[in-house]
């Protein structure tokens, strides 16, 4: 194995951008151009992130199924390439100190890096969504099905799709296109939630673009035949060792479909891992319904030449994810005393622009009531099996916050490192404390942010020179 | 605001504040602990839980003795189990010339009257460690330790002090401590308490406190750094410690490994922050290797840190003040603490409460880091890197 010595001898970069999605792509050629020497370390092997995973390999048929947007992705893409980023694929970043060293791992070793400014863009996770069955085998997300669709094409049969939020449209119109369209939708938008959403349709107009491309999925969606079962609530995952039915209520009544495979969504929000890891500020914002990280109008985290692009900062979609890129990297420019390109007015306007819809998505799609507050018997850390019902008696008997609550059931503790449950957890103790998830904030998250083999650790800078005492 | 004088005020949420308070309780004192930040936020909740007197410091093996009857019945004291588990603490020799060292440390406990400690030869240890590797020559063991689990431990001796009426002032730390007529008075910004007697159990940062009771003395802030593994089947039931390089490693019941061993991180006192030093951490994860070969497909999951307080001489101070009556003090518990917060809990109530105790705790006197405290004092001996 490759080891680098871990001093002054690291390899040094001006910009270190994480995740090469619209974003990190985006960030990395402009900063490329402004002459930042520039590295991108992905996870994945090729770019695009999730939104265009495999947007090189796709052939013209998998990009007709996969819809106009995802072509946008390929000049990103080739745009990265010509640029003279370092470009580092299947790189899993698993810590980052204080002095901004980054430690990954990338082909069977792990190594180092020096930044002087760190870019995360890491993008979003899908929002956990704990409900009685989640757990059982072939249930999954969209976000999963999605990635199916796009790296081998492969969908499932007879799938149902239950939840809410623009990705879950976009991926029924993908699977018809595919030739596969869902069993049904089961969609949990509370009727109610249409009147609220329509007082943000003024200010939204700018983004009609945006909205005409929601209505024309939906109406894709109902051409095609699918079932949408609206308003649906005290929904069911039924199955012994499998996945067999969704049951819900709606329109007054309980109805079951029968089906092997369940896709669940409740919308994206900002992953965390990366600026929790390098205690960046937090603040939860409540039309989101997530954790951001607190950032200046230049999209500067508390720490200084910490940097979120993208929709780690607040989803925000590709588009406003790449603009976000860009103006991350002039900015990081501009601190490094270089002009400033005439372009990033423009820029901003056309942010803001984009971002017109996001109060009207953001009402409509917030999260479903029953998902926010489970039931006691809901599984909710899938890791350490741990229930709404067990979080709930941890903080009766005087557990303060997710953190007492991880050491005292070990929920969050798992190999996820709380990806999958901690904004629930955080959720279910705020309620039953009475109190905002802002108050009762969320994990502290430790490294390594990915599972590492005690092997690598083991040789890790293991050409190191003396010792330091660690006082 | 003022509060109403209360008979002690413990500073410090940790292990040693709770049992402390919990035991003093029990003697019918009023109580109020108030604390920086939330119960077991820091070492007391994050340490390695191991419960061991093995290796331990010869000052420190009659409370260690003396905690380890409380850990035996502690789900009767404390209505919840900890975690706690009986296991054999083992540790392995990887040379003759390391076996040699662990059986004059024997047979030099036996001379002072305890035989908890006991020699393993190559076959003995391989029946307790099936998967040691090879190379291993032999080990000193005790065989009735254990261990638990800190976060729950504290937490249950929090509970349980609650029930018997002491208080918790959580995210209140003491800025001032002033002596005020008779009485104590402890400012926060969340109010003033007075109290009768006052016991600083202030961890990493009970120098403050100290220095304000006119005793300054030196509490280095450590961060003993741990990892924690993926499951893995089972293959080991002991606690494993090993002679000459550092490590403390145990497998929990759920097949995760914990492993530490004191290897330190950069801790940073005045934010909270612990930061893990990975090139000092592989140290760790190669003993591990070295000991279980079985490691080597061991995948981490978290490794972390949590802030404690170390005394120059790495053994920890329990002793009255010097300098201010009806003062206690209890901290410093340099990395390997959590084994003895049942029993110096018990020591430290019975002191307050009664002005006396019988235990031996000369050794671990504040006074003994006074300038001009020369060699008065025992001089510790085999003190442990070992985390708890």
Not at chain 1, 108 to 117: D, E, I, L, N, Q
Not at chain 1, 327 to 352: F, H, I, W
């Amino acid at each position: 194995m490759k080891t680098e010595p871990k001093t002054a001898t690291l390899p040094a970069y001006d910009v270190v951008v994480i995740g090469a999605g619209p974003a990190g792509m985006a960030c990395a050629t402009e900063a490329s151009r402004a002459g930042l020497s520039t590295l991108v370390l992905d996870e994945q092997p090729r770019p695009g992130g999730q939104i265009y995973r495999d947007i090189e390999a796709s052939d013209s048929g998998r990009r007709g199924i996969l819809g106009k947007d995802y072509e946008a992705g390929a000049h990103l893409a080739s745009g990265l390439r010509a640029s003279t980023a370092e470009y580092l694929p299947g790189a899993v970043v698993w810590n980052i100190d204080s002095e901004k060293q980054i430690d990954f791992s990338a082909g069977g070793g792990s190594r180092s890096v020096k930044a002087a400014t760190i870019v995360v863009a890491t993008g979003a996770i899908e929002r956990p969504t704990p409900m009685p069955g989640w757990t059982l085998p072939g249930v999954t997300t969209v976000g999963a099905v999605q990635i199916l669709l796009k790296t081998s094409g492969v969908v499932m049969e007879d799938l149902v799709m239950v939840g809410s939020g623009p990705l879950l449209w976009l991926a029924a119109t993908q699977l018809i296109a595919a030739r596969t369209p869902p069993k049904a939708i089961v969609e949990t938008v509370p009727a109610a939630r249409y009147r609220e959403a329509a007082k943000h349709l003024g200010k939204a107009l700018p983004g009609w673009r945006y909205l005409a491309k929601g209505f024309a999925m939906m109406r894709e969606v109902k051409r095609a035949g699918v079932p949408v079962h609206r308003d649906a609530e005290e929904i069911v995952i039924e199955g012994e060792t499998a996945a067999s039915a969704v049951s819900f209520v709606s329109g007054g009544k309980r109805q079951r479909i029968e089906t092997a495979h369940v896709a669940l969504h409740q919308g994206v929000v900002p992953n965390q891992q990366i600026t929790r890891l390098m205690n960046c500020r937090h603040r939860f914002d409540k039309s989101q319904r997530a954790f951001l990280p607190v950032l200046d109008e230049h999209f500067e985290t508390s720490v200084d030449n910490v940097f979120v692009a993208g929709d780690g900062a607040g989803i925000g979609g590709a588009k406003s994810a790449a603009m976000r890129g860009r103006l991350v990297a002039m900015r990081v420019a501009e601190k490094a005393g270089r002009p400033v390109s005439g372009e990033r007015e423009t820029l901003k306007a056309a942010l803001r622009k984009d971002a017109a819809v996001r109060p009207l998505l953001e009402t409509l799609y917030a999260p479903s009531e029953d998902t926010l507050s489970p039931a006691d018997s809901t599984l909710v850390c899938r890791c350490e099996e741990i229930t709404a019902g067990q979080i709930r008696e941890a903080v009766a008997l005087g557990a303060p916050g997710p953190n007492q609550v991880k050491s005292f059931l070990r929920a969050g503790m798992g190999p996820c490192q709380g990806r999958m449950c901690g904004l629930a957890v955080s959720e279910i103790i705020a309620a039953a404390k009475g109190e905002e998830p802002s108050s009762v904030d969320y994990y502290r998250i430790r490294p390594p942010l990915k599972p590492l083999l005690l092997s690598e650790l083991a040789d890790f800078g293991a050409e190191e020179a003396p010792r330091q005492a660690a006082e | 605001m003022a509060n109403r004088t209360v008979d002690l005020l413990v500073i410090g949420g940790g292990i040693h504040g709770c049992s402390a308070a919990l035991h003093a309780a029990m003697r019918g004192l009023e109580v109020v602990v108030i604390e920086k930040d939330t119960v077991a936020r820091h070492a007391s909740g994050v340490n390695a839980g191991g419960v061991r007197r093995l290796g331990r410091d010869y000052a420190e093996v009659p409370i260690s003795q003396r905690s380890m009857e409380i850990w035996y019945r502690i789900e009767e004291l404390l209505d919840d189990d900890c975690g706690f588990q009986r296991a054999p603490q083992i540790k392995v020799a990887e040379t003759e010339a390391d076996l040699d060292r662990l059986k004059a440390r024997a047979a030099d406990l036996r001379a002072m009257g305890f035989d908890h400690e006991v020699v393993l030869d190559r076959a003995q240890m391989r029946e307790h460690l099936p998967a040691v590797s090879d190379h291993c020559v032999g080990a000193l063991a005790s065989l009735g330790d254990g261990f638990a689990l800190p976060y729950q431990t504290t937490f249950a001796f929090q509970r349980k002090a609650r029930s018997l009426g002491v208080r918790f002032e959580e995210n209140c730390r003491a800025e001032t401590v002033e002596r005020v007529g008779r009485d104590f008075k402890v400012t926060t910004e969340r109010g003033v308490f007075t109290s009768r007697k006052l016991l600083n159990c202030g961890g990493a940062w009970a120098g403050q406190i100290a220095r304000q009771l006119g005793e300054p003395v030196e509490v280095a802030a450590t961060a003993p750094m741990m990892i924690v593994t993926s499951r893995m089947p089972r293959f080991c039931t002991a606690v494993v410690g090993n002679e000459t390089r550092p490590l403390s490693f145990k497998q929990m019941q759920n097949g995760t490994v914990v492993i530490g061993g004191g290897r330190r991180g950069r801790p940073n006192p005045e934010t909270n922050v612990s930061e893990l030093i990975f090139s000092e951490l592989r140290q760790t994860a190669a003993t591990a290797m070295a000991v279980f070969p079985i490691m080597r497909g061991a995948t981490i999951v978290r490794s972390w840190a949590g802030i404690e307080g170390r005394m120059p001489d790495g053994i920890p101070v329990i002793s009255p003040s010097s300098t201010e009556e009806g003062a206690y003090h209890a901290f410093g518990f340099s990395s390997h603490g959590f084994q003895l917060g049942p029993g110096v809990g018990e020591i430290m109530g019975e002191l307050i409460a009664t002005g006396r105790t019988n235990a031996p705790i000369a050794p671990f006197s504040i006074t003994r880091f006074a300038p001009e405290a020369g060699a008065s004092g025992s001089s510790p001996t085999h003190s442990q890197g070992i985390s708890a």
